[in-house]
Every structure is written in structure tokens, then in C-alpha cells.
């Protein structure tokens, strides 16, 4: 724990230990190299540049600076601003919200090209065409035909798209506001203050996703000028399910689009799109089960009015993953199914042990009491539960996270248990001692929450690591 508040207070004894980080996050030490190698050629005096993924994102990045500098070379795209800290953090945000930034294998070919690199380094790779595989995989899914499905850089870029093409097209009817249901991923929360005409009044929270008479409320209220509603099933991290039948009915009563990101359990768990307008979600979890590919998908419900329309519309808003990328990815996604199959297996048994330790105050999980049969509505199956279990102690956390024996970091998803004090790592300006315990509190969020990924080592094992750090 020492060493996550040393990153988060950007503690340079901390950081220079580490390698790498989250992608969206940390910059990627092959992107920092070509990125320096690239300014020492190409930059301006007083200029600070980034890669990022295409000249789409190139451009509404520029535009999002008030300023930017667009060239290419050695195959990549970057944006020169002039060098300054304000602006910095501002193009570094965007990137982190939207996952503009060029991938670590997007830098090392373009390396290699330079000839700075001798080869790219060796990985099990899919040898045919990965987009087709990789839809072939997800489309059945949801019933969808391959051009239904659109590939994404990223989860976020996903939900970023998502949210812009429908705020382009409520906009004319004088639709601005958006619902926030529930608590949502930290970057989804951003984009909702950020990027609404005016978040003083456009960002509307309700943060009890079960509490429909609230929802009723709002909209008889704002009803009018809501353009959307944007949730998770399950939420992340306290792992609410709503009732997605009636917040899409009321939504669509009103004229509201709907958001839904399934990405906590992933479509391989649930199926979400009868209930929604468009689905964005993330392959980063679930389907890259080894946790080395960004990527993430969205479909668009054909049943919908305006769906072709909408559909283009979130298209045009898209980067596509790195073809390297899309090929690891494709090399994974096969075994995806199994893999979800056999973390469903573990996951009860986790949380069950969790739920009886006399040290765990509480658990939370897809299966938990206030919203375990709005997940079952949800469901491919009674057994399809995910992966992700949240808990609270009644003992010191720091004691139980620095003794525990599981790999620790912030995705989920993945082969490999993983353990993260999310609050911690999302939202550490919203600790009590940074003055947000409020919002905490407003969100039921306790600051020392913890987030378990359960992976596919056998179920009791899991639990013998987790007991022996508890006693």
C-alpha cells in the first residue's frame, strides 16, 4: 500500500521502479522511446508531442487543445502542442478518457522501422484475418451479423464514441443532459463532467441504479432534454445490477437513448442489447484473458429507430485497434468462452468464503441479495456470475493487501486472479484525507474497498492465499 499512495502522490522513488503501467494511465516506455526519438528529429522549439492512433483522433484532439500541430512519420500520427504543464495534462487526460494514445506494439514497429529495434518482440499471434475472427467470435453473442459489430482501440473509446454520436444527434431535438446510473467507471463519470455542454446542469446523477421511482422523478423533471442514459450491469465496482427492462422502457417513454456497459460480467455473461440502444464494452477484460491487448467493441440495437444512422454515426467516432493488437487479440479470443466458463466456477465459491470470514465486513458481487434477480434477467446462464467480487474488512486493509500472495493491479477479467484497492487507484482524491469522503459516502463506496478479479486457478487455492493473509 505504500507503494500505491507513493504513485498516486507521485512519489519518484515510487515511479522510477516502475516499468509500466495501465496503458489509458501510464505512458508506455516503447511510446515514451519512440516519442523522444521522434521530438529530437521533429519537434519545434517549445513543442511537447504525442502519438496517437489515426488523423481522426489527431484532429479532434487539436481541436480539443485549441491548438495542436499534425505531421506523420515512420507510420505514426502525432499532435505537437507547445510545451506547457496545463496543456500537457489536458491532451494527457483526453487520451486517458478516450484511449487516443498509440498502443505499446503501434511504437515498437514503428521502432523497428526506424531501426532502432533489430524486431518486434515474438507472441502468439492469429495468422489469418482477426477481424473476422474475432467478430466470429463475439457476434453470436447477440444475434448480430458482423457489420453490426464495430472494434474499438479500446473500452473507453468505445463508451466515447457512444456518447458523442448520440449527443450529436439528441443536440438539434435540445437534448443535453445526460443520466449517470449509478456509480460508474471512474473514466465513464469523467466524460459526463467533461464533455456535456454544461455539466452544472447536463451531468444528472442518480446513484441507487434499483431506485426507479427516482429515475420516474428525473425524468418527469428533466425529461425533455435528457439525450441519454448511461449505466453498467453490474456496476463497477459495487457490482449493482438494475432493472434494465424498465430503465429502457422509461428512458425510451421520454425519447432518451440508452448506454449500456457490460463489460464487469462481459457479453460472454450477460446479454444486455434488448435493453439498450447501444452496448460498449471492453475485450481488454474477458476476451484478452491474459491482460496484453487494449481493445473493446460496440453494437448498436437494431431494433431501434435510427439504428443504420446511429450506428455510422458511432463509427465515424471510432479508431479501430492496432492491427498488431487486433492480432494478438484474435489469438486469444477462442478460448475466451472456457475461460469465463471456468472463472464462473471459482467465483461463488470466492465469494462465499468472503462472505463467512469473520474478518470481511462485506461483500459485494453480481450475485449479491439487493440485485441478484436483475443480473438473473440478465444472465446466459444461472451459473454465468463473472469475475469480480468487492469487499470491505474488519481488520486494517494494509495489513491484509501487503501480505496477501495474489498478483495486484487494476484490470479484471483475466486468467490471473487480481487484487486492487480501487479506491485507491480511481479515485484517491476522493479519500477522506483529500477531502471527498462525501462523495464516498453519497456513492457507498468505503474508502479501504477492495476489488477481486477471480482468475481460473483452482477455487481453493484462491481461498487458502486469501485465508492465509486474513489470519
Not at 1 to 7: E, P, R
Not at 312 to 340: K, N
Not at 417 to 438: E, F, I, K, N, S
Request: proline share 6%.
Amino acid at each position: 500500500m505504500a507503494a500505491v499512495i507513493g504513485y498516486e502522490e507521485r512519489d519518484p522513488h515510487v515511479l522510477a521502479r516502475m516499468a509500466a503501467g495501465y496503458p489509458r494511465f501510464t505512458v508506455h516506455p516503447l511510446v515514451r522511446e519512440l516519442t523522444d526519438q521522434v521530438a529530437a528529429q521533429h519537434a519545434r522549439p517549445g513543442e511537447q508531442l504525442w502519438p496517437v492512433l489515426t488523423m481522426r483522433a489527431a484532429g479532434v484532439l487539436a481541436q480539443h487543445l485549441g491548438q495542436g500541430r499534425i505531421f506523420e512519420t515512420d507510420g505514426v500520427v502525432f499532435v505537437a502542442h507547445r510545451t506547457d504543464p496545463a496543456l500537457a495534462q489536458r491532451a494527457k487526460l483526453w487520451l486517458q478518457h478516450t484511449g487516443g494514445l498509440l498502443s505499446s506494439r503501434g511504437a515498437e514497429d514503428a521502432l523497428v522501422r526506424r531501426g532502432a529495434r533489430a524486431h518486434a518482440a515474438e507472441e502468439a499471434t492469429f495468422s489469418g484475418d482477426a477481424t473476422v475472427e474475432v467478430k466470429r467470435v463475439l457476434t453470436p453473442l447477440f444475434r448480430a451479423s458482423a457489420d453490426q459489430l464495430v472494434l474499438a482501440s479500446s473500452g473507453m473509446s468505445a463508451v466515447h464514441a457512444a456518447f458523442r454520436a448520440i449527443t450529436a444527434e439528441q443536440a438539434p431535438r435540445g437534448r443535453t443532459a445526460w443520466v449517470q446510473l449509478g456509480w460508474l467507471y471512474l473514466d465513464t463519470i469523467a466524460l459526463l463532467k467533461k464533455f456535456t455542454p454544461d455539466p452544472t446542469r447536463d451531468h444528472l446523477v442518480q446513484l441507487d441504479v434499483t431506485n426507479l421511482g427516482a429515475l420516474d422523478k428525473l425524468f418527469a423533471k428533466h425529461g425533455a432534454r435528457i439525450a441519454g442514459v448511461i449505466t453498467e450491469a453490474p456496476t463497477n465496482p459495487l457490482l449493482q445490477t438494475g432493472d434494465l427492462a424498465a430503465i429502457a422502457a422509461l428512458a425510451w417513454k421520454h425519447g432518451a437513448r440508452v448506454i449500456v456497459d457490460p463489460s464487469m460480467a462481459s457479453p460472454f455473461n450477460v446479454d444486455v442489447l434488448p435493453h439498450a440502444d447501444v452496448v460498449t464494452f471492453s475485450l481488454t477484460k474477458y476476451a484478452s484473458h491474459a491482460g496484453d491487448v487494449m481493445a473493446g467493441a460496440v453494437i448498436v440495437n437494431s431494433a431501434r429507430a435510427g439504428a443504420h444512422d446511429l450506428r455510422a454515426a458511432v463509427a465515424a467516432q471510432l479508431d479501430a485497434p492496432y492491427p498488431r493488437d487486433l492480432a494478438r487479440l484474435a489469438a486469444e479470443i477462442a478460448a475466451a468462452p472456457a475461460v469465463a466458463t471456468r472463472i464462473n466456477a471459482s467465483t461463488p465459491a470466492v465469494a462465499e468464503f468472503l462472505t463467512r470470514h469473520p474478518a470481511v465486513a462485506r461483500v459485494w458481487w453480481s450475485h449479491q441479495e439487493a440485485t441478484r434477480a436483475n443480473y438473473a434477467r440478465l444472465a446466459r446462464s444461472t451459473d454465468a456470475c463473472g469475475a469480480v467480487i468487492s469487499f470491505t474488512l474488519r481488520k486494517p486493509f494494509v495489513d491484509f493487501y501487503d501480505r496477501v500472495a495474489l498478483a495486484k493491479g487494476p484490470s479484471f477479467g483475466m486468467s490471473t486472479t487480481l487484487l486492487c484497492p480501487y479506491v485507491y487507484l480511481a479515485h484517491y482524491d476522493l479519500l477522506p484525507h483529500c477531502g471527498g469522503g462525501d462523495a464516498l459516502a453519497r456513492a457507498g463506496l468505503a474508502p479501504e474497498l477492495l476489488r477481486l478479479s477471480v482468475g481460473t486457478e483452482p477455487a481453493e487455492e484462491i481461498i487458502a492465499t486469501l485465508a492465509a493473509a486474513l489470519a
